[in-house]
């Protein structure tokens, strides 16, 4: 069987989010409004006709995936390639505070988004590789028709970037619990089908991640 739809979802809010802090690979678990927002889409993922769902590792997207597994009746696979980037010495900082404490590496990053490798972690385009690799791998070995993906930001936006190419895809807000679903095409070529679908959330807050400045 060909997979022919892929619902990205981002998980729900955790208290960093809520400060603007970027979490990288901290292990930063849901708080209680982020597991109300997971509680919401629950109640309508029997209905989404998804086969298989697949997860990054890291905590928050952990807690999410098993919160809507308990409604599918079949566990989350866990993928440690479908994690946020690593953000080395920045994890755990604002946007403020990486540019008052980093000027350096913030100037460098902004003047090479892609592939600027932030000390201790990840450049954009190390994410692009290994998210691609998983991606193709799910794509390839899944017998389903629709497949859920639960993982981060960066890694929603890079796959984005690759499958929809005329997609300006960092452009596009991936907020907390959001879901944003491709399709593919007779020609196999994928099309983007929702974007930051929050309507599950039946007017529960949600908010994207805060971004820098220069987008490519």
Known sequence: MTVKRVIFIRPGETDWNRQGRWQGWVAIP???????????????????????LYSSDLRRAVETAEILSEQ???????????????????????????????????????????????????????????????????????????????????????????????LYASELAVSNMSVTTIARREDDAWVLVTADDVMHLEGLPTKPYPELEVRR
């Open 30 to 52: 849901l708080n209680e409004h982020g597991r109300q927002q997971a509680q919401r889409l629950a109640k309508y993922i029997r209905n989404i006709g998804m086969g298989a």
């Open 72 to 166: 599918l009746g079949f566990p989350p696979i866990y993928d440690q390639r479908l994690r946020e980037r690593n953000i080395g010495i920045w994890q755990g900082l604002t946007l403020d505070e990486m540019r008052a404490w980093y000027p350096h590496e913030y100037a460098q990053v902004l003047d090479d988004p892609d592939g600027y490798r932030v000390p201790g972690g990840e450049s954009r385009d190390d994410v692009r590789a290994r998210a691609l690799a998983a991606f193709n791998d799910i794509a390839a070995h899944t017998a389903a028709e629709t497949v859920g993906i639960i993982s981060h930001t960066t890694v929603i936006h890079a796959l984005l970037r690759v499958l929809v190419p005329d």
